[in-house]
């Protein structure tokens, strides 16, 4: 089965009648009456093929607000029908989710306008993922919610299944199915292949579908079957060969086989001949075969057989010796594999012949270099030294001779016989050296002596002698050659500097500093330690950034606590790179870098730093860039009719570079003497819509909304213009950035001209009393301002009073707003309990202040509007204004009264709360006294009294009787 067309038997639109489809749907729309808003969408279901454009109207009628209406479109898919998926909106460029944004940002979906309520979405090309059903929604821009916001339509699985074996073929368009009418389909096959040959036919079924919508299967009949042969195609082509070689014993020979012409991704086997005679055949499949001892070279890794691509054939000899002198040729095939698997010969082509003779070899040299070619090297760095013989090759030996500084006698330092044993000196085979001498044997000519940490001692002349045992003289023979090598100390002057392209980088920008090692240093290769250190302009303590040891471990600071997550450093012989994106505030400061030098042998130790060297301090100063921020600045005039909608203008001429974020506000200043501007909406940085103080009433929020047109352009909506709403207006842009530590930084502000709304006359005007009014109150006590109307207007019109104060160094404040339909609406919530206002007559308002305050003091005025009912169906418009004089009332502080006197004196106050009880406290005290002493008195007449009796007992007759007496005479006298 090659492919399969499935779907309903129904007539597919082409792209010309799915147009007409859709302007029929719009001429139905035309005929809507205008009532309550009502959403349509075009009737469904539609049915389309993947691969082709759908397009799909939508519309809404009785709608309120701008005539241009939003339009929102999501779908949902049958894999989860209640999930809605948004794919685009004229309102919100950010409305689309993740899986349709880049089919949106391509257009390869997008919405047309048709009109200003009638839009259609188009698809480019459908995919099988777009079935589903959609809806398309309107935002609601009236007064309230009344009638149908969205409507919904679905979208229908045609598509066209390849067999399993022509899958990738379909998907690559060489296998096609169309259909060339009602009964009528054509299959076409490109890039034939030899398995495509065998019987091809067509099966077709036919459906029916029942009253309920559902197909019903009724027959299927066959074509008769149609032989298709492929016959192989076959191309002239030619074969050359190339080869690459000094044809030099003990060399490397490539011989490279070429061929030129022939089809496309021909099947080719190769087949090499010396000297008449096949040695070897790749067939093309890529099967090797090798002959007599050319299988046993290969074995042993002296030749290799290759196919280097479809139409190139390598042989490769790695030590050519005189058994390989001789002619090359190559043969090329062009095959193909028949029905039981063997290959059959379309062409066959033969190249050129090659012929390699063998160089002689060159007479013996001996040459002695230094592997890096630098003569000069560090402390504690490699020195490699190589000695290479020439001429034909022999089994050689070596031996290696080193002569220090301001000696003479040389010092045997390795030596290697021809059995490969190596021998070391005594000074250089000893514990000091720890295995840092070795001799080691790079071909069969080429001896490379390395010491692995070289110190001062290692500066000299260094002898290569080689020698080569000789059947025709007594004794061998020998070559010698010398090189001088200079090892530097460490321990000299180390230089380092910073540098960087960009000591003032803006905001966000990305700077690089680099610490590069002295001109000296540039070729030293021991092991670097980098410390990269940061003093902010604050401060005057370095801190550590990042520290690169010179094992290669990395070591953070955390003082900036986002340097590591946005920086890159990089790190070579002799420079250390610091590579800063996103550039903050907290960069700016000094920079330095510190470089530790080791020798090698620290890679294994803990060995201390052999040199180090501090870096001059580098200033960074992150600034903020320099804004080229535009706005219109011509002013204009607009003379509206009463009640009508309206746009202001904010156009952006030019602006900065760069991921930069705007904001918006929207300023208005009433017609009003000495008014100041007042601020509408704010749309700030981060999208987030503000309300004016002034401005936070629902039926101002109603009127004043804003909208971004496009990115330069800026709209204001203004809708059923009126009486208060004549000023001037103007929108201030700020350009904002932000930084990656989440900073805002405002880049400029740009302010518009002026545009001026002016009302046409409508023959109402309202006339305020400007008499000058003054007056002085004492606190705390009432007070009542009076606004009052020369005259009254229409019998049928009503009027609204806004009371405002001011005071000197203070904004202007609305305190009261008496509405035209009775209705109080206060500035602030605590204005409640502190005044009141009410419409004493047809002509008077009045703002009666309670419990007056010194703060209460400054200048009052009042603004009186008048409303009347306009358009159908009615509402009441604010069509004339006027405003009062500034009335000036003066606050006086009251008299104080004698309680108020005792109150305010803190010493009298303790004074007349203290005595009293004072008093108190000494008159108990002498009542207890008083108390104490009478009870005294008694208990000594009472004893008294008793002595007395006692007396009379001893005494005689008489003596009682004068003693009687005398106690009467005591008792007279007391």
Not at 360 to 371: G, Q, T
Request: hydrophobic content about 35%.
């Amino acid at each position: 089965m090659l492919v399969t067309l499935l779907g309903r038997e129904r007539t597919v639109l082409a792209p010309m009648a799915g147009f007409s489809y859709v302007a029929s749907f719009f001429l139905f729309l035309t005929k809507l009456s205008i009532g309550q808003r009502e959403v349509t969408v075009q009737k469904g279901p539609l049915f389309r093929a993947e691969g082709y454009p759908v397009s799909i109207g939508c519309n809404v009628t009785g709608h309120q607000g701008p005539s241009e209406q939003h339009f929102q479109w999501s779908v949902y898919l049958p894999t989860n029908p209640t999930q809605e998926v948004q794919i685009i909106s004229t309102k919100d460029a950010a409305f689309s989710y993740a899986v349709y944004t880049q089919r949106v940002r391509s257009r390869d979906i997008y919405v047309e306008r048709v009109r200003g309520n009638s839009v259609l979405l188009h698809i480019s090309k459908l995919q099988m993922k777009d079935a589903g059903e959609y809806e398309c929604h309107t935002p609601n821009t009236d007064e309230k919610y009344y009638g149908s916001y969205s409507a919904k339509t679905n979208l229908i699985d045609f598509i066209l299944v390849p067999g399993p074996l022509y899958t990738e073929r379909f998907a690559a368009s060489d296998v096609r199915l169309n259909k060339l009418g009602a009964t009528t389909f054509r299959l076409s096959i490109e890039r034939l292949q030899a398995s495509d040959q065998g019987q091809l036919f067509c099966e077709a079924m036919e459906w029916i579908q029942d009253p309920d919508e559902t197909w019903m299967f009724i027959t299927k009949k066959q074509t008769d079957q149609t032989t298709l042969r492929i016959q192989p195609a076959v191309k002239d082509f030619q074969v050359n060969i190339t080869a690459d070689s000094l044809f030099a014993e003990g060399k490397s020979l490539e011989l490279v086989c070429l061929v030129v012409g022939s089809g496309r991704d021909p099947q080719l086997q190769g087949i090499w001949f010396f000297n008449g005679t096949e040695i070897a055949h790749i067939d093309a499949g890529g099967v090797l075969g090798l002959k007599n001892d050319y299988k046993e070279r290969a074995s042993q890794g002296e030749l290799q057989v290759s196919k280097l691509g479809p139409k190139a054939f390598s042989l490769k000899i790695f030590s050519l010796g005189p058994e390989d002198e001789g002619t090359y040729r190559c043969v090329v095939a062009e095959v193909t594999r028949t029905r039981t698997g063997s290959w059959q010969v379309l062409q066959r082509k033969q190249s050129p012949d090659s012929h390699v003779h063998l160089r002689k070899p060159a007479a013996r040299s001996v040459v002695v270099s230094i592997k890096n070619k630098q003569q000069v090297v560090w402390e504690g760095e490699t020195l490699a030294l190589l000695c290479k013989a020439g001429g034909a090759e022999s089994p050689l030996s070596v031996s290696w001779w080193h002569i220090p500084q301001d000696q003479t006698q040389p010092e045997f330092v390795a030596g290697m016989g021809q059995d490969g044993i190596v021998q070391l000196g005594a000074s250089y085979g000893g514990p000091s050296y720890h295995g840092n001498t070795r001799l080691e044997k790079v071909d069969w000519a080429t001896f490379q002596l390395e010491i692995t940490f070289t110190a001062i001692t290692d500066s000299g002349t260094y002898e290569c002698r080689v020698s080569e045992k000789s059947r025709n003289q007594a004794r061998d023979l020998s070559w010698t050659q010398k090189i001088s090598v200079t090892v530097k100390s460490l321990e000299s002057s180390l230089q380092v500097s910073l540098m960087s392209r960009q000591p003032q980088v803006m905001l966000t920008n990305t700077f690089d500093l680099s610490c590069v090692l002295g001109t000296g240093y540039s070729d030293l290769k021991v092991p670097l330690t980098v410390t990269w250190q940061f003093r902010p302009a604050s401060s005057h303590v370095f801190h550590q950034l990042i520290r690169i040891t010179h094992n290669g471990t990395i070591e953070w600071g955390n003082f900036l606590s986002q340097f590591q997550k946005k920086t890159k450093v990089s790190q070579s012989l002799f420079r250390s790179q610091l590579l800063v994106h996103d550039a903050t505030e907290e960069e700016t400061g000094v920079y330095q870098c510190k470089v530790e030098i080791y020798d090698r042998n620290s890679l294994y130790n803990n060995h201390p730093p052999r040199a180090s060297a501090i870096s001059h301090p580098l200033r960074i100063a992150v600034t903020l860039p320099e804004s080229k921020l535009k706005v219109n600045s011509r002013s204009q005039v607009q003379e509206l009719s009463i009640n009508s909608n309206t746009d202001i203008e904010c156009s952006i001429l030019s602006r900065s570079s760069g991921n930069l974020q705007l904001a918006i506000i929207w300023y208005f200043s009433p017609i009003s003497t000495n008014a100041s501007w007042l601020k509408i909406l704010e749309v700030d940085q981060t999208n987030v819509i503000k309300t004016g103080d002034e401005f936070h009433t629902p039926w101002r929020k109603q009127k004043f909304h804003t909208e971004k047109v496009s990115q330069d352009l800026f709209q204001l909506h203004i809708l059923n213009v009126e009486d208060s709403d004549q000023g001037k207006y103007h929108c201030a842009v700020e350009e904002w950035l932000l930084s990656t530590n989440g900073t805002w930084h405002k880049l400029g502000e740009k302010k518009s001209g002026l545009t001026e709304l002016k009302l046409k006359p409508t023959g109402s005007k309202v006339r305020v009393s400007k008499v000058y009014w003054t007056e002085n109150v004492t606190e705390h006590r009432e007070v009542a301002i009076h606004c009052s109307l020369e005259s009254v207007g229409s019998p049928a019109a009503l009027y609204s009073v806004m009371w405002y104060w001011n005071r000197e160094n203070s904004g202007s404040k609305m305190l009261v707003h008496l509405q035209h339909d009775g209705l109080l609406e206060y500035g602030e919530e605590g204005l409640r309990r502190h005044l009141h206002c009410y419409r004493s007559s047809p002509t008077d308002f009045v703002l009666k202040l309670h419990q007056v305050e010194m703060e209460d003091a400054g200048m009052y005025w009042c603004r009186v509007a008048e409303w009347q009912l306009h358009g159908h169906p009615s509402k009441w418009i604010n069509q004339a204004s006027d405003e009062s004089q500034r009335m000036v009332l003066t606050v006086l502080p009251s008299e104080p009264t004698f309680p108020s006197r005792i109150c305010s004196s803190v010493p009298l106050l303790y004074f007349l709360v203290i005595c009293p009880f004072v008093l108190l406290l000494l008159l108990l005290i002498s009542l207890l006294c008083l108390y104490w002493k009478a009870r005294k008195l008694s208990t000594l007449r009472s004893n008294t009294r008793k002595e007395k009796a006692l007396w009379v007992d001893l005494k005689e007759a008489g003596g009682v009787t004068a003693n009687r007496r005398q106690d009467e005479e005591e008792d007279e006298g007391n």
